[in-house]
């Protein structure tokens, strides 16, 4: 589907450039990741009953995130039409397993809720650099997905110890 030299555009037949990253989806990234540094800075001020409130509410805006990433797996594997249909399996499953790994953390206690998030967070980093790599996402989406990583994965880890 995404080829090196670029993604071609059935809707207009033209190529655009792999690796930068589109500038909507750097936009709202880029303001996605305001929600994790609001909630991380916002905790240690609060008066002690909303601090609970604002690290459940950290970590559950990370399940979702977390939900969210898989589910870009599933349109990308369903955006296919393969030959064999058994190679759905795979993709599909794997994009299933961030919102149970999500939920999981949303069941646990604070902490290791978020070093459960931290930890998925970044193994959906190196899912989605593979991806990249062979051509199952568009060559710029690891540039996107590689500081937004970084700072959520930061919120987790520092919202362990709020």
């Known amino acids: 589907m995404y080829e090196r030299e670029g993604i071609l555009n059935s809707n207009e037949g033209v190529r655009s450039h792999a690796s930068s990253v589109p500038s909507a989806a750097a936009w709202l990234g880029g303001l996605g990741i305001i929600a994790f540094a609001g909630l991380l800075l916002a905790t240690p001020f609060a008066i002690d009953g909303l601090k609970a409130q ?31 249909h058994n190679t759905l399996w795979p993709r599909i499953a794997l994009s299933i397993l961030p919102s149970l790994v999500a939920w999981v953390a949303l069941l646990t206690s604070s902490s290791i809720g978020f070093l459960v998030l931290a930890a998925a967070f970044v193994a959906m980093l190196v899912v989605d650099i593979r991806a990249s ?15 937004l990583s970084c700072g959520a994965v930061a919120a987790f880890l520092l919202g362990t110890f709020s």
Do not use: C, D, Q
Request: proline share 9%.
């Open 54 to 84: 604002l690290s459940f509410a950290l970590m559950a805006y990370g399940a979702i995130t977390l939900s969210f990433l898989g589910g870009t797996h599933w349109g990308l594997a369903i955006g296919e039409v393969p030959k064999n």
């Open 133 to 147: 790599r062979m051509h199952e996402a568009p060559a710029w989406y690891p540039k996107l997905r590689w500081p």
